[in-house]
């Protein structure tokens, strides 16, 4: 499985981004995909993730403001970031369940204050 993640960019707090990770590969196999970031001085933390059945979770932090969402294997899965916060600033990476867990490049992102 390939990943590649695209969408970071610059943004003021409040505005919105949307973070895509394409997949290649073995696609129909994957099981699970999920967001991480990575603030600087600090370790990858999980943002959210979705499974086959397109169950969803995240973290507290930005529960009500982040929406995942993937709608088939063949689609990338998408990070919609709104009411983005200074604190969300980091490198965003996306993953892949597939016997094995495979990793994007990071994209990203900065929220100016």
């Known amino acids: 499985v390939q990943l590649q993640a695209s969408g970071g960019g610059l943004v003021q707090a409040g505005g919105s981004l949307r973070l895509s990770c394409a997949a290649s590969?073995?696609?129909?196999?994957?099981?699970?995909m999920s967001w991480y970031r990575q603030i600087s001085g600090h370790q990858r933390e999980w943002v959210a993730g979705?499974?086959?059945?397109?169950?969803?979770n995240y973290a507290d932090s930005v529960k009500g403001r982040f929406t995942i969402s993937r709608d088939s294997a063949r689609t990338p899965m998408y990070l919609q970031m709104d009411n983005l916060k200074p604190e969300d600033t980091g490198v965003y990476y996306c993953?892949?369940?597939?016997?094995?867990?495979?990793w994007g490049q990071g994209t990203l992102v900065t929220v100016s204050s």
């Open positions: 993953n892949a369940v597939h016997r094995e867990l495979y």
């Open positions: 590969g073995s696609i129909f196999a994957i099981s699970a």
């Open positions: 979705i499974t086959n059945s397109r169950s969803t």
